[in-house]
């Protein structure tokens, strides 16, 4: 599944610096703004302890992890929703990502030059959140102008279409997202359809020092940033990106080591693509025989046959049933044919809704 997050924030907060760690890409990486131009894309392995217990216990000769997207998009300035900076090119680049991962600078260094002079990552939020709900307010604006003659002359469609947008720009109007906002389902299907950049789910990311990294209950911009993600139901996962820079360089047994000794149980890194995987309502499959152990994407909710079709559309086309057995109970029976003599191997139809962790075997005819 192609799915990604952008990482967005102002220059100079450890944007390239976190993205450069996360995918080993080698993004540019300075100190002053618009270092990044055009967005760098990298595709990074999700973390899943699962799929290291199911290569030991069956041996494939190989083992192929699912995979996330992450772009790293240029920093936004005050004044992009209007083309400051670079701003219509990067609120574009915004506009194509799936989910939006916000880093906030939460450290003090006078070697590093903050764009508005001083640290302050409230500010450095609205700053951003402000420009994407003004270009979303232009988008809407535009709609309405659109739609309202119509509206007026009693259009069925046309009513109902700008008494979405209308809710929109009341909101917008008071600087609140449009994911702020509460719609039937059937207004959420027209709200989709516009393609606003705040409609799109956030995580933000406080970029701590090294000192603050273990534990960063004494850093007031961490709680800062907490309380004012609370408000939107946002969650706020702490990294350093200089460590996790450092991290990348080592090898799996070295990174583990490095991370014992600073005292943290998983890395930045980690919780960073489990939270954009989580954001997103991802979940993981795994198919398990002699060729291959594989991990498989897909969107919480969905039937048997649509997951199928991740792996192939044939799969989907022409298919029968899902063999299916639980990551736990297959762990617990140490074989499939252990699991089946217990009374665990299910043989589940075109309804049933995939949960994370089942281990399937698709059978198909076409």
């Known amino acids: ?6 990482i967005v924030g102002l220059p100079n907060v450890g944007k390239s610096t976190l993205f450069n760690a996360i995918t080993q890409a080698g993004a540019e990486s300075a100190n002053y703004p618009f270092c990044t131009i055009d967005p760098n894309v990298g595709i990074v392995e999700v973390p899943d302890e699962r799929l290291e217990k199911l290569t030991e216990l069956v041996n494939p000769k190989k083992t192929v992890p699912t995979a996330f997207e992450f772009t790293d998009i240029a920093g936004i300035v005050k004044g992009a929703s209007k083309g400051e900076g670079l701003g219509n090119q990067f609120l574009s680049h915004i506009r194509q990502v799936d989910a939006i991962c916000h880093v906030v600078r939460s450290f003090k ?7 508005s002079g001083k640290v302050d990552p409230i500010s450095d939020i609205e ?5 994407l709900i003004l270009a979303d307010l232009d988008t809407v604006d535009k709609r309405i102008s659109r739609v309202e003659k119509m509206a007026r002359q009693k259009d069925k469609e046309a009513m109902f279409e700008f008494e979405v947008l209308k809710k929109l720009k009341d909101a ?15 207004q959420q299907q027209l709200v989709k359809g516009l393609h606003l950049l705040t409609i799109k789910p956030i995580l933000y990311v406080a970029n701590v020092s090294e000192e603050d990294v273990v534990d960063p209950s004494g850093n007031e911009y961490v709680q800062m940033i907490r309380d004012y993600a609370n408000n939107e139901n946002a969650e706020v996962i702490v990294v350093c990106a200089k460590i996790e820079s450092e991290i990348a360089e080592l090898d799996d047994e070295e990174k583990q080591m490095f991370l014992e000794d600073l005292g943290i ?4 890194l980690d919780q960073l693509i489990k939270a954009a995987y989580q954001l997103l309502g991802l979940a993981t499959y795994f198919t398990a025989g002699e060729q291959e152990v594989r991990a ?3 969107r919480k909710g969905i039937k048997a046959p649509q ?7 044939d799969f989907e086309r022409g298919f029968i049933r899902a063999e299916t057995v639980s990551y736990d109970d297959l762990l617990e029976a140490r074989s499939m044919t252990v699991a089946r003599e217990n009374g665990n191997v299910r043989l589940e139809g075109k309804e049933y809704i995939v949960q994370d962790g089942d281990v399937i075997h698709f059978r198909f005819n076409v």
């Open 296 to 298: 498989w994407t897909f």
């Open 172 to 186: 917008f109007e008071e600087e609140k997202p449009a994911r702020a906002v509460e719609f039937t389902k059937e």
């Open 265 to 268: 149980k998983e890395s930045g």
């Open 109 to 115: 260094d006078d070697d590093i030059t903050h764009v």
């Open 307 to 313: 997951a199928a079709a991740i792996i192939h559309t």
């Open 127 to 131: 700053t951003i959140n402000l420009e």
């Open 1 to 6: 599944m192609a799915l990604t997050a952008g």
